[in-house]
């Protein structure tokens, strides 16, 4: 773009030396910081290309003009073109860097995912100011000294044609222009259409925590029904991955692993999420080739082959790749709605009732009670006074068929140290699970002896003592903060989770007038995190935005010309909202991340647009004429730096398989800059020309309105 619009590979060679090194710059501050180069960060750097490339750009653009337009010899034009947009570039620059400051407001998984982004940003930007204002300057001396124009190449030919292309729209911008400052309800009409658009698309914009990563895994939780025997678990599952290898092609499959039931010791809980509650338990790991077909569509097919297929099992997917683990914060799914407090039986009521009903909300799936509530069990009920009567008690008969039926381990653990190797052995005894395996086997197991009148040792069974009967039982219990809960799980598909939040709120006030005092249902997952997240970037943009108009305020010195810049930023928003919609993305925090860079560029743009045309209407012109002078000279920087950072947002908006988290934010961007450009071209010298008109024929404007001796 910068050979296209100035004719010079040697500018452009100005501009490939200067961003590397920004980069590096922001590298080393992020080292020192202890961040690392990772997708958040790197997603920094790609973002704040943009303003990298404006930094320099519009350095040596201002020396061509002065070059080309003014005839400056080379020296005068190279100091004056980095001197004379110094205090608008750094005000620019700090405005922006004011904006990406409002990470700092965030706060759990969304702090330390988005925040060394924002710091690689405005790392990189402040280093590029720096070096624009510096090195950019003397490589344009070294480089551009003895440069010659107007030759007979093709490149020289093709340059002339753009130049003449250019130099007829700029004449056409000129004069439309001139027409909007005489037609003067055109832009206000125009910008209320632009406004109602974007609210109206505003409205049919989802608003998402993260976008859906495509990490080509599919984990899928599997909890076929209470009781099943782990050799039954193992032949369900079997029949399970049959059915997934006929929904995913051969093509698309890598790899198949089934993890079942519980560890073999409690320590190794600590490498599990949890969420398996037995034997009847477990998760299917799925990974796909590279090039896979959308992981997401094979989800969608999943779960609708599986629960058609095994309509008494359970399935819900959880996620499989890093990011949306981290997101769910240790949760196993997206949505968690808990019932909490002591009063079990109204809770557990509430729960089944809140499962039925969150299950009909449109765009949820895997919704299912995770406490496992009906799990068949044998009790035995121990006659105490019989038992007496043989010398028993109920602690003694309980130890006796423990270690009958799980080994002495579970009672009294026991350790055999092989002498040659030093390797710990466990010594348990236990019944043989075939001497066990009915009812009444299990009645005569032998729990104590003892001595009958004439002295012979008689065997007592425990059918002697109790006797047996069938219940079902809870498997697990879960707590927070000490109290009973019983949790829902859910996850979206096909719709954004902020309207799905919407429908479960109005749920759950329903239910809250039906628990006993001191019980509430709490809403976990990613619904929390992303309210708070959205939260605490409006409270950081909001202070932002008053950070930045008092720093114009500074820059101008007067309350009016920093409203010039501030009123053309909704268009850029609008402008983000209606891509956002066209591309089918949700409203997310990286999304908004690029948001808040357009709007970035945006406020730059009009800044140095601003301040041009103050400098001419401080010079004598009027304001209209200044506005006009101000749109004509700053138009080719403004499309250059409007150009290359749209021309670099297309691939990381394009997107691909694990890049969704890019992929948002570039939209946004461009949105929001294809809006911004013509706004920054058209509207700002608009609103220059009609709210600074009063300042016409003053020879200084703010505080010192009287001028200087």
Request: charged letters at 15%.
């Amino acid at each position: 773009m910068i050979v296209l619009f100035l004719g010079s590979w040697r500018s452009t060679l100005v501009v490939m030396i200067s961003i590397p090194l920004a980069i590096l710059s922001s590298l080393v501050v992020l080292y020192f910081l202890g961040d690392t180069i990772n997708t958040m960060t790197l997603g920094g750097l790609a973002l704040a290309i943009g303003i990298l490339v404006d930094d320099s750009t519009v350095t040596i653009e201002n020396t061509h003009r002065l070059l080309t337009e003014e005839r400056m010899p080379l020296p005068a034009a190279t100091l004056e073109g980095a001197a004379g947009i110094a205090v608008p570039t750094l005000v620019s620059t700090l405005a922006i860097s004011c904006v990406f400051v409002s990470v700092v407001f965030l706060h759990g998984p969304a702090k330390y995912l988005f925040t060394p982004l924002g710091l690689a940003v405005v790392f990189a930007m402040l280093a590029s100011y720096g070096f624009s204002r510096t090195l950019t300057p003397i490589t344009i001396g070294l480089l551009l000294k003895g440069e010659q124009h107007g030759g007979e190449s093709w490149f020289d030919r093709l340059y002339a044609r753009f130049n003449r292309g250019f130099e007829t729209m700029r004449d056409g911008y000129t004069e439309l222009l001139g027409t909007l400052m005489h037609r003067r309800l055109i832009v206000p009409a125009v910008a209320a259409i632009v406004l109602a658009l974007g609210g109206t698309l505003f409205m049919f914009v989802g608003r998402d925590f993260f976008p859906v990563i495509d990490g080509g895994q599919i984990q899928l939780h599997v909890r076929v029904p209470a009781g099943t025997r782990i050799e039954k678990t193992e032949q369900m599952f079997q029949a399970i991955e049959d059915r997934i290898r006929q929904v995913i092609p051969e093509n698309d499959r890598d790899l198949i692993l089934d993890n079942i039931g519980l560890p073999a010791r409690s320590y190794n809980y600590a490498f599990s999420d949890g969420t398996a509650t037995g034997l009847n338990d477990g998760v299917i790991l799925v990974a796909l080739k590279d090039g896979h077909a959308p992981t997401a569509n094979y989800i969608r097919k999943l779960r609708q082959v599986l629960p058609a297929a095994f309509p008494d099992t359970i399935f819900y997917f959880q996620p499989a790749d890093m990011v949306t683990q981290i997101l769910n914060f240790g949760i196993p799914a997206q949505i968690d709605v808990r019932t909490v407090g002591y009063d079990r039986a109204n809770n557990l009521r509430i729960a089944k009732e809140l499962t039925q009903k969150i299950a009909a909300i449109p765009g949820l799936a895997d919704v299912h009670l995770q406490q496992e509530i009906n799990a068949p069990e044998l009790f035995a009920q121990i006659d105490r006074a019989r038992a007496a009567q043989f010398g028993l008690t109920a602690n003694s008969i309980a130890l006796n068929l423990n270690t009958s039926l799980s080994s002495s381990e579970q009672v009294s653990p026991n350790f055999w140290t092989d002498p040659t190797n030093g390797t710990p052995y466990y010594l348990a005894v236990q019944t043989p699970e075939y001497r066990v395996d009915t009812l009444n086997e299990l009645k005569n197991t032998p729990i104590a002896t003892f001595t009958a009148a004439g002295g012979n040792p008689v065997p007592g069974l425990l059918s002697n003592v109790a006797t047996i009967k069938r219940d079902s039982v809870q498997t697990n219990a879960n707590q927070a903060n000490v109290q009973p809960v019983y949790e829902i799980y859910a996850n979206a598909q096909g719709r954004d989770l902020g309207s799905i939040s919407g429908d479960i709120n109005k749920l759950i006030a329903q239910y809250q007038k039906q628990l006993s005092p001191g019980n509430r249902i709490e809403v976990a997952g990613q619904i929390v995190s992303m309210n708070n997240a959205f939260r605490d970037l409006a409270i950081g943009i909001m202070f932002a935005a008053v950070f930045v108009y008092l720093l114009m305020v500074v820059n101008y010195q007067t309350w009016g010309e920093p409203f010039v810049v501030i009123l053309a930023l909704p268009a850029t928003f609008c402008g983000i909202v209606t891509m956002l919609y066209i591309t089918n993305t949700t409203l997310s925090v990286p999304s908004l991340m690029g948001a808040i860079m357009a709007i970035g560029v945006a406020s730059a743009n009009s800044i140095l647009l601003v301040t041009f045309a103050r400098e001419q209407q401080l010079a004598g012109l009027p304001a209209l004429d200044a506005a006009i002078a101000a749109g004509r000279t700053r138009i080719r920087p403004v499309l250059m730096t409007a150009a290359a950072m749209i021309v670099g947002m297309i691939p990381m908006a394009i997107g691909g398989a694990g890049e969704e988290q890019n992929a948002a934010l570039a939209r946004a961007v461009i949105g929001g800059l294809l809006f911004a450009t013509p706004t920054t071209l058209l509207a700002v010298p608009y609103l220059f020309a009609m709210l600074r008109k009063g300042n016409d024929g003053k020879p200084a404007h703010g505080v010192f309105e009287e001028g200087l001796p």
